[in-house]
């Protein structure tokens, strides 16, 4: 632990600089997102691939931006299955956690006949972002994914980045299918959050999207 003892120049000097790392300026990534997420909008399908094309280096269409159930068990292959153990395992911990903290709907009635209550119901569909650049986060899939389905959430959709080959990494495929995720998309940054906000011709529009801060 950090201890700071401070005087009055020292105060004013930490102030200085702790209030310096609220002041850079992120107007130039603002205005590229910006952008990305219109073309999205306009322009569907096509944009989502010319940004992937782009960015991510991966030739990507309509017949396989979808990770196909062939995939998923390929993936299977190239886990540890002492890894799949611990998956599972923290998807139990997780459920039995998320569990607790599930409200749910009430109604009473008043003794002059006033009935009150209140209705608890899952959205329909939610949008869970993966991140995959660098490294596979199956602990993100399932940080995300499994309390949505103990909330009830019928549709899960998950996009991810893929490599310049089309491929996601194996433990990210594991953990969303043993979470229950409904759908897996090749596709990431912000086309990919675009996408699920507006939906495209591949890509089905969900009610609210989840994932990391960054």
Same mark, same amino acid.
């Not at 009150?116 to 991140?131: D, K, T």
């Not at 080959?165 to 433990?171: A, C, I, L, M």
């Given at each position: 632990?950090?201890?700071?003892?401070? &005087?009055?120049?020292?105060?004013?000097?930490?102030?200085?600089?702790?209030?310096?790392?609220?002041?850079?300026?992120?107007?130039?990534?603002?205005?590229?997102?910006?952008?990305?997420?219109?073309?999205?909008?306009?322009?569907?399908?096509?944009?989502?691939?010319?940004?992937?094309?782009?960015?991510?280096?991966?030739?990507?269409?309509?017949?396989?931006?979808?990770? &196909?159930?062939? *995939?998923?068990?390929?993936?299977?292959?190239?886990?540890?299955?002492?890894?799949?153990?611990?998956?599972?395992?923290?998807?139990?911990?997780?459920?039995?956690?998320?569990?607790?903290?599930?409200?749910?709907?009430?109604?009473?009635?008043?003794?002059?006949?006033?009935?009150?209550?209140?209705?608890?119901?899952?959205?329909?569909? @939610?949008?869970?972002?993966? %991140?995959?650049?660098?490294?596979?986060?199956?602990? &993100?899939?399932?940080?995300?994914?499994? %309390?949505?389905?103990?909330?009830?959430?019928?549709?899960?959709?998950? &996009?991810?980045?893929?490599?310049?080959?089309?491929?996601?990494?194996?433990?990210?495929?594991?953990? @969303?299918? *043993? @979470?229950?995720?409904?759908?897996?998309?090749?596709?990431?940054?912000?086309? @990919?959050?675009?996408?699920?906000?507006?939906?495209?011709?591949?890509?089905?529009?969900?009610?609210?999207?989840?994932?990391?801060?960054?």
């Amino acid at each position: 632990m950090k201890i700071v003892m401070l &005087t009055n120049d020292a105060k004013n000097q930490l102030m200085n600089d702790l209030l310096k790392r609220t002041t850079d300026d992120y107007s130039e990534q603002e205005t590229i997102v910006k952008e990305i997420i219109s073309d999205i909008h306009d322009r569907r399908d096509e944009a989502l691939f010319d940004y992937t094309r782009k960015f991510d280096k991966a030739d990507l269409n309509a017949d396989n931006v979808r990770v &196909t159930p062939e *995939e998923i068990e390929a993936a299977y292959d190239e886990v540890d299955e002492k890894l799949i153990t611990v998956i599972r395992k923290a998807i139990n911990n997780i459920k039995k956690f998320h569990e607790k903290q599930k409200k749910n709907s009430w109604i009473t009635t008043e003794e002059d006949g006033t009935v009150l209550g209140q209705r608890i119901m899952p959205i329909e569909s @939610a949008g869970v972002y993966v %991140p995959g650049g660098k490294a596979a986060y199956p602990s &993100t899939v399932l940080m995300n994914v499994i %309390p949505a389905k103990v909330a009830g959430v019928s549709r899960i959709v998950m &996009t991810t980045p893929c490599n310049s080959e089309g491929k996601v990494y194996p433990t990210t495929l594991v953990a @969303a299918n *043993e @979470a229950g995720v409904t759908d897996i998309f090749k596709v990431g940054g912000a086309q @990919a959050i675009a996408a699920l906000a507006y939906g495209t011709e591949s890509i089905p529009k969900v009610d609210k999207i989840v994932g990391p801060g960054n």
